[in-house]
């Protein structure tokens, strides 16, 4: 059912909304109480984003929404209606180029993994953090970062490669 | 997650109409708190008033200062130019909570409305008269590290986790609210409440009631100011004692100096004596610490918090050192000068 401004869709109900994935417009019917999380992983199979925590506080579910890194955990699909979404399986085609992101080729340079899991959410959040260009210091890399736990303790590399892309000025 | 109905709202009107008329309704901005208290179980809205979309997210000159909407994420006020350069206590405070994703999403309203981090308010499986009155305070007596210091009653030992807040205390913001009955002015002061025999009530906002704007006065302090936040990490972790602190000088004398406290009552806590007995002295140590003594004469420990004590009182004299020397704390070199 569509949307209308001011009258309740009951519970239960699947409304249409449209969202933009990776460059793909795409049509979904989805519950009201769907995460935008729950909908890339479970509906529409891009695994890449990551459920560590379900709860704001890791920050592997990290996605652009219109540019802006958010946790997609804590984000409603529905309430996202008409945005453009970037996952870690969009990064290279916003890069450019036909190869990788500058910043996922940074993160292989750099080793800045161990066991990988975090990597989707710390490349989202790394592109995010470049655009928004508050960042300038490795004090401020490591500070606007502090949203993404890595478990393995990756950290030092994490910074490592985003300095890199940072002072290429090759942010995508 | 609880089944809910969904109202996405295009006006005011159509938001506080959604609201009046839903069952155990709510409104919904970033979602950062609300979605997360509902995987818990926490909140179980009848309702969802989806009020993104509302006309209310912009910073706006009104009568010589700014007015914040209260759908403006908490970045968009943390990097506003205009902030940052006449009103930096905001923007450092703000800065020092949450992470950059989450900044991206929190809304001034949704931050002013936020709810406690008490572990027990967060587990269905314990007493919380916050989250089921009358059913016991599992933190009284229980895990209490970071419990409040100040204001608690016997119902209620929580305290208020926003970072934001403390500062728009210091700075005596307004909050503007709409409700049936027309709009209203809620002085930052008498928006959050002390949890007396109410602790299910947070704020003085009506059920019915939507956070408009939050109003910042013309003076915004920007010489003399900072926002010391001491934690358990250096980042992505609540207060346990956080300062914010203004203050005008001439040459070395105060002329007017306020301070509040998070992370030690269920409300920004200010000292309206403490703070008098800072004005026409020399801003000197002597002066910050007999003033934080006096506010800590009045500070009653849990049984696991009692280190808040004097951690509160060195943070209110080093925040007043910083704020007069000019030297606000960075929030990204987290070494504290
Ligand atoms: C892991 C984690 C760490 C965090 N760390 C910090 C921290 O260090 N410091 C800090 O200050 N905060 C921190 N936060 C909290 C964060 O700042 C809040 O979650 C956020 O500010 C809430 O804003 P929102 O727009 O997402 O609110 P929502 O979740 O949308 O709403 C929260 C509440 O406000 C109500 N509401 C929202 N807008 C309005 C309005 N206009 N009028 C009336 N009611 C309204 C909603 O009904 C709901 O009850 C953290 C959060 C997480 C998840
Ligand atoms: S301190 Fe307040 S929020 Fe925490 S358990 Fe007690 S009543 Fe609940
Ligand atoms: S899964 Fe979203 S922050 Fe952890
Ligand atoms: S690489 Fe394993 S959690 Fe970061």
Redesign the pocket.
């Known amino acids: 059912m569509l949307i209308e401004s001011g009258s309740p869709v009951a519970a239960d109900t699947r409304v249409e909304i449209s969202l933009t994935i990776n460059g793909e417009a795409r049509t979904l019917q989805v519950a009201p109480w769907t995460t935008l999380l729950d909908l890339l992983r479970e509906r529409l199979d891009l695994t890449g984003t990551k459920k560590g925590c379900d ?3 890791c920050g592997a579910c990290t996605v652009l929404v219109n540019g802006t890194r958010l ?1 997609s955990c ?1 984000a409603l699909a529905v309430m996202k209606d008409g945005a453009e979404i970037t996952t870690v399986e969009g990064l290279a085609r916003m890069g450019g180029g036909n190869g990788l992101h500058p910043l996922q080729e940074a993160f292989v340079e750099h080793d800045a993994f161990q066991c990988g899991y975090c990597t989707p959410g710390q490349l989202c959040s790394a592109a995010g953090m470049l655009a928004e260009g508050h960042a300038r210091t490795r004090d401020e890399i490591r500070e606007a970062m502090s949203g993404n736990i890595c478990r393995c303790g990756a950290y030092t590399n994490i910074v490592d490669a985003i300095e890199d892309v940072m002072q290429s000025g090759a942010q995508g | 997650m609880n089944r809910f109905d969904y109202v996405r709202a295009g006006t005011v009107e159509e938001a506080v109409k959604a609201i009046a008329a839903g069952a155990n309704a ?11 208290l509902m995987k818990y179980n926490v ?1 179980r809205p009848g309702r969802l008033v989806d ?1 993104t979309r509302l006309p ?1 997210d912009r910073i706006e000159e009104r009568d010589g200062a700014l007015s914040i909407g ?2 403006v ?2 970045s968009t006020v943390a990097y506003d130019e205009r902030v940052k350069s006449r009103y930096p206590v905001l923007s450092s405070a ?1 800065l ?4 950059g994703q ?2 991206n ?3 001034t ?7 406690t981090r008490c572990y027990y308010f967060y587990d269905e499986g314990t007493p919380c008269n916050k989250r089921l009155p009358g059913s016991g305070c599992g933190a009284i007596g229980g895990v209490n590290r970071i419990h409040a210091i100040f204001g608690t009653s016997d119902k209620c030992i929580a305290t208020h ?5 403390v500062a728009l205390a210091a700075l005596e913001a307004e909050v503007r ?1 709409a409700g049936p009955s027309g709009e209203r002015t809620i002085p930052m002061a008498e928006f959050h409440r002390l949890p007396g025999d109410e602790p299910e009530r947070d704020t003085t ?1 009506k059920s019915d ?4 704007s939050v109003d910042l006065p013309a003076e915004g302090f920007a010489g003399h100011h900072t926002y010391l936040k001491l ?1 358990d990490r250096l980042s ?4 346990l004692v956080s300062v914010a602190a203004v203050m005008e000088l001439d040459g070395q004398t105060i002329k007017t100096a306020r301070f509040a406290l998070g992370g030690v009552a269920h409300k920004p806590w200010r000292n309206a004596e403490a703070e008098g007995m800072l004005v026409g002295k020399p801003a000197t140590r002597e002066t910050f610490a007999a003033a934080a003594d006096r506010v800590v004469s009045k500070a009653q420990a849990q049984s696991e918090n009692g280190f808040k004590v004097e951690l509160a009182r060195r943070a209110i004299v080093r925040a007043l050192e910083q704020a007069a020397a000019g030297t606000p704390q960075s929030q990204s070199d987290k070494r504290i000068a």
């Open positions: 709860h704001g506080q946790n804590l | 709510r409104f919904i901005a970033g979602g950062t708190n609300l979605v997360d909140e009020i209310l209260a759908l994420t908490n703000i020092a909570g949450a992470t989450l900044r999403a929190a809304t309203g949704g931050n002013l409305l936020q709810r986790p926003s970072d934001m807040c609210v906002l009631e939507i956070v408009l934690r992505y972790a609540f207060a």
